[in-house]
């Protein structure tokens, strides 16, 4: 049972381009949508994260933006760099006790 | 990094065999996780804690188990291990479920 599904299981972007990563949930009590970063040999690191209240979340090159009628949320990579290349997990949960669901990631490769 | 430390970072084990994986905080956190790390499923519960011998089931919980008897230490057990568990586990942390979540380096552990 995936509750958090996300697209495309691979990216590659040419530098300075931009980095679409889309995500659909299901569970509507999730209040919480963050997204965290993987490069390898480490462990995930939270990049940005949002709530339903507000459409947009935008911090320096990385972009949210979150539909809450379509259950979706998306994450943006202006200018894309080579070293954005990593993995990309995309989750959804809340305080009332739904622990973090995590979509299946995406690699993304930032060619030169 | 947060104040994580899971150990070991490698193992090799043989089928049939107990593990024990071990996540140590310094962050006096309530919640602590264990997920496991497979290509294509992202990142998937296994097992949390909400308190000190307090433990709850996750997505795939079966053939583990898990402890807690002190605040800073969470236990993962592989009671016989199966090739099926060899995968990348990772401990992760937070204050509230949902809230940031703080991840270790992660454990790659190979079941032969």
């Known amino acids: 049972q995936q509750q958090v599904k996300q697209s495309p299981q691979s990216l590659i972007v040419q530098k300075g381009g931009i980095s679409i990563i889309n995500c659909a949930y299901e569970?509507?009590?999730?209040?919480?949508f963050p997204w965290y970063q993987q490069f390898p040999g480490k462990g995930p690191a939270l990049l940005i994260a949002?709530?339903?209240?507000?459409s947009e979340k935008k911090e320096g090159r990385f972009t949210i933006s979150f539909n809450k009628s379509a259950k979706q949320f998306s994450l943006h990579i202006m200018d894309s760099q080579p070293g954005d290349s990593a993995t990309y997990f995309c989750a959804g949960g809340n305080n009332a006790g739904n622990m973090l669901t995590f979509g299946g990631g995406t690699r993304l490769m930032v060619k030169p | 990094d947060a104040g994580i430390t899971q150990s070991p970072r490698h193992k090799v084990t043989e089928t049939g065999t107990p593990v024990t994986l071990r996540c140590h905080q310094t962050?006096?956190?309530?919640?602590m996780y264990w997920y496991r790390q497979d290509p294509g499923h992202g990142l998937r519960l296994i097992h949390y804690s909400y308190g000190v011998k307090d433990t709850d089931k996750g997505e795939v919980s079966d053939g583990y188990s898990v402890s807690r008897s002190k605040t800073e230490d969470f236990l993962l057990t592989l009671e016989s291990a199966t090739s099926s568990q060899t995968s990348v586990y990772f401990c992760?942390?937070?204050?509230?479920?949902?809230?940031?979540?703080?991840f270790g380096q992660g454990t790659r552990l190979t079941v032969v």
């Open positions: 569970n509507t009590a999730f209040d919480y």
């Open positions: 962050e006096n956190h309530r919640y």
């Open positions: 949002i709530r339903p209240d507000v």
């Open positions: 992760a942390i937070s204050e509230l479920t949902g809230a940031e979540a703080f």
